[in-house]
């Protein structure tokens, strides 16, 4: 899975009042930006090194098999970079691999 990042800027999102497309407040460590074709919203989604994660927010740019990562600073998410990791789907106490699982 292709892991960027992103900020409330309106470099990034356009806008900036850090509410996203389901219409929830962005919160560090907490909302992701998925496409919801792959991963439903309000899914929990644990990255692999990164941490566990909420589907709340979609994206422009974030088609199929790519995650964005919701940060506070513009420079914070900028340095993230482009980062490669497993991701995977939490349901209860099971997690589906979306990395080998999905079919785009």
């Known amino acids: 899975m292709t892991i960027t990042a992103y900020c409330p800027c309106p470099i990034c999102c356009g806008k900036s009042d850090g509410i996203t497309s389901s219409g929830t407040r962005a919160k560090e460590k907490q909302t992701i930006a998925v496409d919801p074709n792959v991963i439903p919203m309000g899914s929990e989604v644990h990255l692999e090194g990164l941490g566990t994660f909420i589907a709340e927010d979609t994206g422009g740019a974030i088609k199929g098999n790519r995650i964005d990562i919701y940060m506070d600073d513009h420079t914070q998410a900028l340095l993230f970079g ?11 106490n099971q997690r589906k691999n979306l990395t080998q699982d999905t079919l785009l």
């Open 82 to 92: 482009i980062q490669e990791t497993k991701a995977y789907l939490i349901k209860g």
